[in-house]
Every structure is written in structure tokens, then in C-alpha cells.
């Protein structure tokens, strides 16, 4: 194998680093990674040799992903997001996926709708896990269904042949996938932060 970068320990741990640094802007990402191969590379030509234990070296200087990521992370101006706990997370989640489902409970539906959707958007813009991109797109799909269902009960009501119930609880349905796809991000996204911070 001539090539140190394409060691398989050595694409591992480039791989790694790649994954956890999402979070940092595309040139500085970039720049990270022809650095840290750079380096690899200048390492392992001085090493003459390419087993295991060579790699595994030049490897272990450098540090591992985690630390890597954590202090590319600490030298990016503004915000950095800071995962908090399951819990809390497990109840911004819940709040955003039941808002919708909520607005059927007889009488008072509609309340527990709105409560449920302030309490989320409110949850979702103080925490520090999240940046500025994802709680923007979380906020357009929570606040979806107040435009998604009247259009989907205009639709269902024209296919349906008139505002029924049928027509209406088919509209909410439809328009409830909405928060959920934000549930489902916000949630992929949080479990991202958390392992590439414990690696």
C-alpha cells in the first residue's frame, strides 16, 4: 500500500471526523480535513513504514475524532450547539408531534393544540442544541398546518363532495405528518450532536 491516506484506519478516522463536523461551515470542514490528511501523510512518510502500529500512532497524536471535532467546534465564532439531556429533548419532541393530534380532543382541542405548539416552538428556540437552520425549518413545519389544513379540507371536501367530518379529520390527519417530520429531524439531529460529542 503506497498510499497512507488509503489505509483503512486512516479513511476510518478521516470518515469520522468528516461526520461529526457538520455542524461547521463547508470551507472550514473542508479545511480541517486536507489539514488532518496532510498531516497523516507528512507523519507516516517520516514513520517509512505503514503497519498498524505506525498508523495507530500517528493517529493517537493527532487525538481521537471526538477531541478533534470538540476543538474545531470551540474555535468557530457564535453559537455551537450543546446537546441537553434525553429527557428534555424526549418532551420538546412530544410537544411538536402532539400539538396537531391534540386539536381532536373534544371542547378543548383547540387549546391543547395551541398550548402544545407554543410550548414546543418556545422549547425548540431556548435550546442550545440546535442551531439557527434547524429551529427555522422545525418552526415552518410546526406552524404548517395552519395554512396545510384548510387547504387539505378544501381539497378532501371538493374530492369528498362536501365538508364532512370525513373530510375534515382526513385534513388534520394529512397535515399532522408535518410536525412529525420536525419531530423526526429535531430528534435525528439531537442523537447526531450527542454521539459526536461522547466519541
Request: glycine share 4%.
Amino acid at each position: 500500500m503506497n498510499d497512507p491516506l488509503a489505509h483503512p484506519l486512516v479513511l476510518a478516522y478521516l470518515s469520522s471526523i468528516e461526520e461529526r463536523t457538520t455542524a461547521l461551515p463547508d470551507a472550514r470542514r473542508q479545511e480541517l480535513l486536507a489539514d488532518l490528511r496532510e498531516h497523516i501523510e507528512v507523519a507516516l512518510a517520516e514513520s517509512g513504514t505503514l503497519d498498524e502500529t505506525s498508523v495507530r500512532r500517528v493517529l493517537d497524536q493527532l487525538g481521537t475524532p471526538g477531541e478533534i471535532t470538540a476543538a474545531a467546534l470551540a474555535e468557530e465564532p457564535g453559537n455551537h450547539p450543546t446537546p441537553e439531556t434525553s429527557r428534555h429533548t424526549s418532551i420538546t419532541l412530544c410537544l411538536a408531534a402532539l400539538a396537531l393530534p391534540a386539536a381532536l380532543v373534544p371542547v378543548a382541542g383547540p387549546l391543547l393544540s395551541l398550548a402544545a405548539t407554543v410550548a414546543a416552538l418556545v422549547r425548540l428556540w431556548k435550546s442550545p442544541q440546535w442551531v439557527r437552520r434547524e429551529k427555522r425549518q422545525a418552526t415552518l413545519l410546526l406552524l404548517s398546518p395552519v395554512v396545510t389544513v384548510p387547504a387539505f379540507a378544501v381539497i378532501c371536501s371538493v374530492a369528498l363532495g362536501g365538508l364532512t367530518a370525513i373530510a375534515l379529520l382526513t385534513a388534520l390527519l394529512l397535515a399532522a405528518f408535518l410536525p412529525v417530520a420536525a419531530a423526526v429531524r429535531l430528534g435525528r439531529s439531537a442523537t447526531r450532536l450527542r454521539q459526536q460529542l461522547s466519541w
